[in-house]
């Protein structure tokens, strides 16, 4: 019993506070934390969609006005997007995505909601500085919306903000400095959260949670914690040294012959920038792997296969992720030698990766599948990850880079891998945890319709960039159209925007299922375990109670116990929970299982 | 047979009694969480040195007529000043191991007194106190490469040692009220000794390897 002495000091029960301040606001409760998160995320994802949806209207009917949202944004120029307007509204959908929509969802709601679920915690390590964490975000958030009304207008300089463009001599206006000052701050909220989850899962996992019986979920989310514990101070340094560039006169990013004497250097931003970016496309992917991981055990009703070599496969794809990012750069002028040193380490990430699929794969394999919501959406993450990791191979060779670099190939591609993947992944948690956060489950047929509107339109939006690229459509072209060997991808851009408007549709159909059952249906009824899976957060009630679990549950088996005979001789049931005693396995015992 | 078997694999013991981690389990959260925080902050220090050797190994001047050379000796000294402020704290650490916290008091006194010299010395590099001072020099932040590198990179270094005053300078507080505990004084340990390592790299990039 010393086991739960040590425990219940570490982690002593605390009461939940009564007060709207501490109860909603300045929260320090995780799973309040999670639910901020997915908030702001959430409807972030939906203003960096609308913007999306702008773009592919501008390639769609170049110079026709803007139905709807031209009326009210772009007012001064009838709704018509102009070039330099054009510009600032692909750079804040990137910047609003990646930083403010996918990351906040996928690392600040999953990782705050499931780390201390999933490894027998009462709370993170910190929480109030998970509290700090998500108000760091939401400060950047006012900054990002800030920058939307800068003088001069937003920031204009791309997701990379390459200097010079992202100097004062491309984009002087205070809105380009805003949006890098946000990003600056929304990393500091990272690297706490970063300190914080990696803390978590190495102190206060429950007795018996050892490393290798921790949910891959768990895995994913730890793995990117140190991933952006170690490379977001990286994008930190760069952006601070941008913005002495932009404010205090100093020349790190911009070259002599533009100022008159011998200065500084643009090529050391893209150092710096992919130092921290291609780590970065892994931050994530990595939660991603991890949910669809488990969902593929959960829902065909078998141990995941070969779970260790999942671990050990993710566990390469960090280290990797940490020394290819050169491939980014292979148009700079980088020596050959270095890059083909690059391109064989990226390639060698093909061979965790495939690792990776064939694991699930193997696990779907011969598996009672249920095709649930949750199930559905992690088999769509597989398929959008393979073909964005295939059409990876020819970004990655130098030779075929040569011809795809700065194409609409290299926008598929990461739309596939990040956008797609992350997105469908993302879906896929929130239907399946959805009942655990709130104690009701999302509506099973708008569910699927919305799945089916969201992977296959995403396939195609998607698709049709990468078609694009292949014949020669350069990205963050204002109108492609002006260069007469692109009029004959008008067709080909027009039916794609039609796909991302059916996909934008379809994302009403969640935001309807979602809004219904959050505030029209009543919390009663649901199964304590509705998809009949074994992990620790499972053995609570939904909504868990403020302290997550009355005595912490000692963990006696791996998260994937499922379809053991014997389980099913004695329970009658094909899963058994990772803290629940087999009946008269040990005759006499005396351990109580955590209920 | 079988089933026994298969009861074994089901319902295993758990691992070892807690903590679960043999090699980081006993740690404090605290502590755990001070060598991620160090790590991250590393890479921060990373970067702003590799952009400076970036810069530096591009550039065929260094630094330009005009530009001061940076005083080895009055650094050397700042130097030994931050190397006396470990160990100072490590007599503070091992105080408070032994329950001696008027003994720990005052080593953190002394550190923090060296820490602020530190600051106080580059205050008098940068801005002058008997001597004109960098600024007024020529070193002008934004003129060259080589004045901005130096002032990123230092005065990031220098920030740190200012939240480290700060941060020893709450400690003291707490080591008066006698609550400071000995997990405390050597989280805190850490951090400062961080601050010195990194300083160690910056004295020997910065100024020990100068242009001529």
């Known amino acids: 019993m010393t086991a739960h002495n040590e425990t219940g000091e570490l982690q002593p029960i605390h009461h939940e506070p009564t007060s709207f301040f501490l109860k909603y606001l300045w929260s320090t409760d995780h799973k309040m934390i999670a639910k901020q998160f997915m908030w702001a995320g959430l409807v972030f994802l939906l203003i960096g969609g609308t913007l999306a949806m702008m773009i592919r209207w501008q390639w769609a009917f170049p110079g026709a006005p803007v139905p709807i949202l031209g009326s009210i944004l772009l007012r001064g120029s009838g709704g018509v997007i102009g070039p330099a307007q054009y510009m600032t509204i692909f750079t804040t959908h990137g910047l609003i995505m990646i930083f403010f929509a996918i990351t906040p969802l996928l690392i600040g709601m999953f990782g705050n909601f499931l780390i201390p679920l999933q490894i027998g915690a009462r709370d993170m390590a910190f929480p109030w500085l998970n509290a700090l964490s998500f108000w760091m975000y939401a400060l950047s958030l006012v900054l990002v919306i800030a920058s939307l009304f800068g003088n001069l207008g937003p920031a204009g300089a791309g997701w990379t903000t390459y200097p010079p463009l992202s100097t004062n001599l491309g984009t002087p206006g205070s809105g380009q400095t805003l949006m890098v000052a946000a990003v600056f701050v929304t990393g500091v909220g990272s690297i706490m959260g970063g300190v914080n989850y990696v803390t978590t899962i190495i102190r206060l996992r429950a007795p018996g949670m050892d490393y290798f019986r921790m949910p891959l979920t768990i895995w994913g989310l730890f793995l990117t914690a140190i991933l952006n514990v170690l490379f977001v101070p990286v994008l930190g340094s760069a952006a601070f040294l941008l913005l002495l560039d932009r404010m205090f006169g100093t020349q790190f990013f911009i070259a002599g012959s533009v100022t008159g004497a011998p200065a500084g250097d643009p090529i050391m931003f893209q150092h710096l920038f992919w130092i921290f970016g291609h780590p970065e496309v892994y931050i994530l992917i990595l939660p991603a792997w991890g949910i669809i991981g488990d969902l593929f055990s959960f829902f065909s009703r078998k141990p995941a296969n070969f779970y260790r070599g999942t671990v050990g496969a993710m566990i390469a794809v960090t280290v990797l992720s940490a020394v290819v990012y050169g491939h980014h750069m292979f148009q700079t002028g980088m020596s050959p030698m270095l890059g083909k040193s690059f391109m064989v380490l990226t390639l060698i990430i093909s061979i965790p990766s495939v690792m990776l699929v064939l694991n699930w794969l193997r696990t779907l394999w011969g598996g009672s599948i249920r095709l649930t919501v949750p199930m559905l959406f992690a088999l769509g993450t597989m398929f959008v990850f393979g073909v964005g990791g295939l059409t990876g191979l020819y970004l990655g060779a130098v030779v075929p880079d040569i011809y795809l670099h700065d194409t609409m190939f290299v926008v598929g591609h990461f739309h596939f891998t990040m956008a797609a993947a992350s997105f469908l992944a993302t879906f896929a948690g929130l239907y399946f945890w959805f009942p655990k956060m709130f104690g009701k489950r999302l509506n099973d047929t708008l569910g699927k319709i919305h799945f089916w509107m969201s992977s296959v339109f995403i396939t195609l939006v998607f698709g049709g960039q990468l078609l694009a690229g292949y014949a020669g459509q350069s990205r963050r072209l204002y109108d492609p159209y002006q260069y007469s060997f692109l009029t004959r991808l008008h067709g080909l851009n ?18 309807f299922n979602f809004f219904r059952t959050m505030f029209f249906v009543k919390a009663s009824g649901m199964e304590a375990n509705p998809w009949q899976v074994s992990t620790l957060e499972w053995a609570i009630p939904s909504p868990p109670p403020y302290h997550n679990f009355d005595t912490i549950p000692i963990v006696v088996r791996g998260p994937h116990e499922f379809a053991n005979p014997v389980v099913l001789e004695r329970l009658g049931r094909d899963w058994i929970g990772q803290a629940e005693e087999l009946p008269e396995a040990m005759p006499g015992s005396a351990r109580k299982a955590g209920t | 047979m079988s089933t026994a078997t298969s009861t074994a694999v089901l319902d295993q013991p758990p691992a070892a009694a807690w903590p679960p981690d043999r090699q980081l389990g006993t740690a404090s959260p605290a502590k755990i969480a001070m060598w991620i925080f160090l790590v991250s902050d590393g890479f921060s220090f990373f970067a702003l040195l590799l952009g400076y050797g970036i810069l530096r190994s591009g550039s065929s001047t260094w630094r330009h007529p005009g530009e001061p050379s940076l005083s080895i000796p009055f650094t050397a000294l700042l130097t030994f000043i931050l190397i006396s402020s470990s160990l100072t704290v490590v007599l503070a650490y091992d105080a408070s191991l ?45 003129k060259s490469s080589y004045a901005s590198t130096f002032y990123v990179i230092t005065g990031f270094h220098g920030a740190h040692v200012l939240a480290g005053v700060i941060y020893i300078l709450f400690v003291l507080v707490y080591s008066l009220r006698g609550k400071a505990s000995t997990g405390l004084v050597e989280v805190l340990g850490l951090f400062w000794h961080f601050i010195d390592l990194v300083w160690l790299l910056v004295f020997t990039l910065v100024y020990l390897l100068q242009a001529t």
Request: hydrophobic share 50%.
């Open chain 2, 98 to 142: 032994r329950g001696r916290q008027r003994q720990t008091s005052a080593w953190l006194a002394a550190t923090a007194l060296l820490g602020s010299l530190f600051l106080l010395g580059q205050y008098a590099e940068y801005f002058g106190i008997l001597h004109p001072g960098l600024i007024k020099e020529g070193l002008v932040l934004g």
């Open chain 1, 494 to 511: 027009r039916w794609t925007s039609y796909a991302a408007f059916l996909l934008l549709l379809g994302q009403f159909v969640f935001i």
